[in-house]
């Protein structure tokens, strides 16, 4: 069962908890994955609620997101999901079911073909308006050197040598699963 809520009213219970990671979720022909992001945020944009995430240009959530435009973002309640984030954010889709290996609940999307899942269990269901990706010679040089560092390899987790895109998406459904 979902209860449905009003995302700009709650939005705080999502950014309250994108420090410590939150999950993406993206689906491309019958393959879903998953993948911890840390940053993004909530607002307005064309007379619709938005949220507006950041991915690296070197992740397998990038190449699915680019071709479905559709994700959701699964937020922990209370429950300690650190084990499901560490693990979602240290692996690639490519190389491993995130999904299965971690033994997540999928639920159907109501406006998009991308799941929910059940053990994060506030939900946003997004369809992308506008990608773009970030200009790294306008960023800051303090930021540059902390989160771009161009002597790390783009494999490694965390900060390494590659740029964000910023997917703007709509969010079409907010609600918390049952």
């Not at 992001?37 to 938005?50: A, D, R």
């Not at 479905?68 to 690639?92: H, L, M, W």
């Not at 639920?107 to 790294?136: F, H, M, R």
Request: hydrophobic share 35%; aromatic share 8%.
């Amino acid at each position: 069962m979902k209860k449905e809520i009003d995302i700009l009213k709650e939005s705080q219970k999502v950014l309250s908890k994108l420090d410590q990671g939150v999950l993406l979720t993206t689906k491309y022909k019958e393959k879903v994955n998953t993948m911890t992001i840390g940053w993004g945020t909530i607002g307005i944009e064309w007379g619709l609620p938005i949220f507006i995430a950041f991915v690296r240009t070197s992740r397998y959530t990038k190449e699915m997101l680019d071709r479905s435009k559709e994700f959701t973002i699964n937020v922990p309640a209370d429950q300690d999901v650190k084990n499901i984030i560490g693990y979602c954010g240290t692996r690639s889709g490519k190389d491993h079911d995130k999904i299965k290996e971690m033994n997540l609940t999928l639920v159907p999307g109501e406006t998009v073909n991308v799941p929910a899942i059940k053990e994060l269990p506030l939900t946003l269901e997004c369809e992308v308006l506008y990608s773009q990706n970030q200009e790294l010679h306008k960023i800051p040089a303090e930021l540059q050197k902390r989160y771009y560092p161009q002597d790390v390899d783009s494999s490694v987790p965390g900060s390494n040598q590659d740029i964000h895109v910023m997917y703007i998406a709509h969010i079409k459904k907010a609600y918390i699963l049952d």
